[in-house]
């Protein structure tokens, strides 16, 4: 079993930065492929960014390719986004999600559905 929380939300100005965390719970956070996601309010939840197990491959939604950053610390269990130049777009719900995946280096987790979520913390950014 495996709980995730996130933090590091909250409310910024357009050009302002949030780092979100996700701290996980539980054994063997490294068996474990990590992706950021976030839902806008009447829009479906879409991916921002995954990562690979052991930190080597990340993968980055255009419409935050150059301002955000997905990284990992198995040591710590956690995984981090840091997010610049942030614009009133980027508003949501931000969740983290955890998949076991058989690869270390791949964050491709084959379409299925993720084993654990986070509850999610909320980016509001003001224009």
């Known amino acids: 079993q495996v709980q995730l929380v996130e933090s590091g939300g909250g409310l910024v100005q357009a050009g302002g930065s949030l780092r979100l965390s996700c701290a996980a719970s539980g054994r063997s956070f490294s068996s474990y492929a990590m992706r950021w996601f976030r839902q806008a309010p009447v829009k479906e939840r879409e991916f921002v960014a995954p990562?690979?197990?052991?930190?080597?491959?990340?993968y980055y939604a255009d419409s935050v390719k150059g301002r955000f950053a997905i990284s990992r610390d198995n040591a710590k269990n956690t995984v981090t986004l840091q997010m610049n130049s942030l614009k009133p777009e980027d508003t949501a719900v931000y969740y983290c999600?955890?998949?076991?995946?058989?690869?270390?280096?791949?964050?491709?987790?084959?379409?299925?559905?993720?084993?654990?979520w986070g509850q999610g913390t909320q980016v509001t950014v003001s224009s």
């Open positions: 990562i690979s197990r052991n930190a080597g491959s990340t």
């Open positions: 999600g955890a998949k076991r995946t058989l690869s270390s280096s791949s964050y491709d987790t084959g379409g299925k559905e993720f084993d654990y």
